[in-house]
C-alpha cells in the first residue's frame, strides 16, 4: 500500500529564511515521489517529481527535494523564502509501475512573514 | 482548451438535491481524474478514466457518486440525494497518454460544493 505523511499542516517562516516542508512515504514498490503547490483560489500545480533518476531534483521557483530511500523521505526546501511561495504545498507518491493512482498528503500550508 | 476547465466553480445546493460537476479535460489528455478536497484534509481519490479502459471506482465513498466521462473527454460527477458531508472542493486532474506519460497531473481550479 502507498501513503503520504506531511509533518506539519502549518509552517512559517520570515522571508529569506530556509523553507523546509517535510514528505514521508510508504510504498510497496520503487515510488514516484511528486510536490505540487496551490497558490489560493487556484488549482494544484506541478513542483517538482522523482521518478528514479537524480536523488536531488530541482523544481520550479528554486525549490528542490532530495529523495532519501533510507528515510523513506522526499523533503522540500528552498534556501530563501520570499512572500510569493504563501502557497498550500502537497506531497504526493504513485507506483513506479502504475501510473493511475497517486496518494496526496494532507497537505502543509506555508505562511511567509515580512 | 489550454488548460483543465470545471464548472461550476462555485455550487451552493440543499440537502438531498443532486448536483452535477463537470470536467472538460486538456485536449488530448487520456487520463482523467477526480479529487475531492476537504477541509484541513488531503485530496481524497475518487475515480479514475483512462482512454476507453474501465474507469477505477475504487475512490467513490457511496453509491451515492457517480462519474462518467462522454465520448473519452468531458466528464460529469454526478452526487445524488447530497449530504452536508459531500462539502468539499471537487477536483478534476487529466494528464497525457501513457507512451507520453511524465508523471505529472494537471488540474483545474475546482467545484467548490456547499450543502445546506
Known amino acids: 500500500a502507498q501513503s503520504v505523511t506531511q509533518l506539519g499542516s502549518h509552517v512559517s517562516v520570515s522571508e529569506g529564511a530556509l523553507v523546509l516542508l517535510r514528505c514521508n512515504y510508504s510504498?510497496?514498490?520503487?515510488?514516484?515521489l511528486f510536490w505540487y503547490v496551490q497558490y489560493p483560489n487556484q488549482g494544484l500545480q506541478l513542483l517538482l517529481k522523482?521518478?528514479?533518476?537524480?536523488?536531488l531534483v530541482k523544481g520550479i521557483n528554486g525549490f528542490e527535494a532530495e529523495f532519501k530511500k533510507s528515510e523513506t523521505s522526499f523533503h522540500l526546501t528552498k534556501p530563501s523564502a520570499h512572500m510569493s511561495d504563501a502557497a498550500e504545498y502537497f506531497c504526493?507518491?504513485?507506483?513506479?509501475?502504475?501510473?493511475?493512482?497517486?496518494?496526496f498528503g494532507s497537505g502543509t500550508k506555508l505562511n511567509v512573514k515580512p | 482548451g489550454a488548460g483543465v476547465s470545471q464548472s461550476p466553480s462555485n455550487k451552493v445546493t440543499e440537502k438531498g438535491k443532486d448536483v452535477e460537476l463537470r470536467c472538460d479535460p486538456i485536449?488530448?489528455?487520456?487520463?482523467l481524474y477526480w479529487y475531492r478536497q476537504s477541509l484541513g484534509q488531503g485530496l481524497e481519490f475518487l475515480i479514475y478514466?483512462?482512454?476507453?479502459?474501465?474507469?477505477?471506482k475504487s475512490g467513490l465513498p457511496s453509491d451515492r457518486f457517480s462519474a462518467e466521462r462522454t465520448g473519452g473527454s468531458v466528464s460529469t460527477l454526478t452526487i445524488q440525494r447530497t449530504q452536508q458531508e459531500d462539502s468539499a472542493v471537487y477536483l478534476c486532474?487529466?494528464?497525457?497518454?501513457?507512451?507520453?506519460?511524465?508523471?505529472?497531473?494537471?488540474f483545474g481550479e475546482g467545484s467548490r460544493l456547499t450543502v445546506l
Open positions: 486532474a487529466s494528464s497525457r497518454p501513457t507512451g507520453e506519460y511524465t508523471g505529472e497531473l494537471f
Open positions: 510504498s510497496s514498490v520503487p515510488p514516484y
Open positions: 522523482y521518478t528514479s533518476a537524480a536523488t
Open positions: 504526493a507518491v504513485s507506483r513506479s509501475n502504475n501510473f493511475n493512482k497517486f496518494y
Open positions: 485536449s488530448g489528455h487520456t487520463a
Open positions: 478514466f483512462q482512454g476507453n479502459s474501465a474507469p477505477d
